[in-house]
């Protein structure tokens, strides 16, 4: 048992020199979703601490996010969030893809599949009440709707 725990020991600590790729991270974002739109203070609150980690070029990392292999989970989570949806980039979208990540975003958010299940218990701001994942459905509806006219 002792000679597994040291190999494991080893392990971890090999791990802890291999590069990460971490995703860059930038607080100025000119093209940004709340910086260029007039989204409710309260939204946007849920934005940046449910969505945004994953979700913007704004990632927080805590100190677990530079351990691996948790540090190696973590900046693939952020890589595939950012690819899929980047808040950052928001401006720059054309107007039939905002329609179709906001439908996303109302099925995500309103279906309890967002933030991912392991994110609010390590980080309660994230976490979302039926309430305020209702407020961000209709906060979507509305936002759409200004999109079109």
């Known amino acids: 048992m002792k000679k597994f725990l040291w190999i494991l020991l080893i392990i ?7 590069p990460t790729n971490r995703p860059e991270t930038k607080t100025n974002n000119p093209n940004d979703l709340i910086v260029n739109n007039q ?17 913007s070029n704004e990632s927080k990392y805590p100190w677990y996010a530079y351990v691996a292999p948790v540090s ?4 693939k989570d952020i890589r595939e969030g950012r690819k899929h ?5 928001w401006q720059g ?10 439908d996303e975003i109302s099925d995500e958010v309103g279906g309890g599949d967002m933030p991912y299940f392991i994110y609010p218990p390590l980080h309660p701001e994230a976490r979302l009440s039926d309430a305020d994942r209702q407020k961000m ?5 509305d936002f759409g709707d200004g999109l079109l006219k």
């Open 39 to 55: 989204v409710p203070a309260e939204v946007a609150d849920m934005l940046r601490n449910a969505c945004y980690d994953c979700h």
């Open 93 to 102: 979208l054309e107007t039939t893809k905002k329609l179709k990540l906001l």
């Open 12 to 18: 971890v600590l090999v791990l802890q020199v291999i």
């Open 137 to 141: 459905v209709d906060w979507t509806t």
């Open 85 to 89: 949806l980047n808040f950052s980039d």
């Open 72 to 75: 190696y989970l973590i900046n």
